[in-house]
């Protein structure tokens, strides 16, 4: 665990075993992604999160996730609100996104062809039912790198905006994931890649189950 000056102090990510949990992440700079994705998987499950009920939906760039993350809290919104019809597909028709919506049985997330994350499936069935109702957090990530013109400065600003407009439009916990790095090499330290570094994955992962179980408090 990260500690220091820096960080979030010791986790207070404590028993997340009720939660229903999504990640949408970005494709762009894969190589960073993948880790930083299975950082965030592997702490949400340390918490108790439960493999089916962690979802996982991946869109181009970081541009992306303000409207992957709209849609997929309203359509797990209104999927609740029609559980009674609800059979295995999690967003029914509520959403536009391609059914990339894998439910998080049995992890172990590898790189597909196409450069986005995979999430393997588990169990004789491969159709473990998960808990109903509204993701509880979502865990937003990507990684944009700054290059020759003001393009990343223009992605970084609205795409932060547009989380966090998400967040209080919803009132559900959106992680920030974004990373806004000068290089790779920024990247590769913050995705645990290097010997100083630290997955910051894992710190979302903690941040996700810890607002969760926060916000059902304060409701
Ligand atoms: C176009 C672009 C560029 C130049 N750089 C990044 C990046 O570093 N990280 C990232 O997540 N996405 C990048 N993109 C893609 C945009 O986010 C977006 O997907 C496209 O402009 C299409 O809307």
Redesign the pocket.
């Known amino acids: 665990m990260f500690s220091g000056l820096k960080g979030p102090g010791e986790s207070q990510a404590k028993d997340g075993s009720n939660l229903r949990i999504a990640i949408v992440h970005?494709?762009?700079?894969t190589t960073l992604i993948e880790p930083l994705v299975a950082g965030a998987i592997s702490r949400l499950k340390a918490s108790g999160v439960l493999s089916e009920n962690i979802t996982i939906q991946s869109?181009?760039?970081?541009?992306?996730?303000p409207i992957a993350v709209q849609r997929l809290y309203a359509g797990s919104q209104i999927q609740a609100s029609t559980s009674s019809s609800a059979s295995g597909d999690l967003l029914g028709s509520a959403t536009d996104l391609p059914s990339l919506v894998v439910q998080a049985e049995g992890l172990s997330t590898g790189s597909k062809g196409d450069g986005s994350l995979s999430v393997s499936k588990g169990g004789a069935s491969g159709k473990a039912k998960g808990k109903e109702g509204p993701f509880d957090a979502i865990i937003a990530i990507?990684?944009?790198?700054?290059?020759e013109t003001v393009?990343?400065e223009h992605?970084a600003e609205v795409?932060s905006r547009g989380l966090m407009r998400v967040q209080l439009d919803f009132g559900v916990p959106l992680i920030f994931g974004l990373l806004t790095i000068l290089n790779e090499e920024q990247g590769r330290k913050r995705a645990g890649l290097t010997e100083d570094g630290h997955n910051h994955g894992e710190d979302w992962g903690d941040a996700a189950v810890e607002m969760a179980i926060k916000r059902k408090q304060w409701s």
Not at 59 to 65: D, H, I, M
Not at 142 to 147: P, R, Y
């Open positions: 970005a494709r762009w700079n869109v181009p760039g970081s541009w992306e996730l990507g990684v944009l790198i700054k290059g393009h990343f992605i795409t």
